[in-house]
């Protein structure tokens, strides 16, 4: 009985861990910045307001570049620079245009102003 209440212990602390895991990575972003080329975007069908999804090189603070995907409701400004936040779980949440001085100096290297 006594084993039995311990690994019933033991389960709920290890179920405990991975929900607060989860939570914390569902809450993490990650700052990507690149700049917009339309020659990179593809209409998509609408679905909520979403009715383009650009595919562009984008770099983190450090340089390091990824390719990612998100969309839009509207075609954006060509050439704009944009910081995109990324969640490790649900991709790009949340884009805003930033001028090419407020980017990290191993991102700007990347661009011309």
Not at 29 to 34: A, D, F, L, S, V
Not at 35 to 41: G, H, K, R, S, T
Not at 82 to 105: A, H, S
Request: one cysteine or more; proline letters at 3%.
């Amino acid at each position: 009985m006594k084993t039995k209440k311990i690994m019933i212990s033991i389960f709920a602390v290890i179920l405990i861990m991975i929900c607060v895991g989860g939570a914390f990575l569902a809450a993490q972003n990650e700052e990507y910045y690149t700049q917009i080329d339309n020659d990179n975007v593809q209409e998509i069908a609408p679905h909520g307001d979403m009715n383009y999804k650009y595919t562009l090189p984008a770099y983190d603070r450090e340089g390091n570049e990824k390719e990612l995907k998100f969309e839009t409701s509207r075609v954006l400004k060509e050439d704009a620079f944009i910081c995109l936040k990324v969640n490790l779980i649900r991709g790009v949440v949340e884009w805003e245009e930033v001028e090419y001085t407020e980017m990290p100096g191993k991102v700007q290297k990347y661009y011309s102003e």
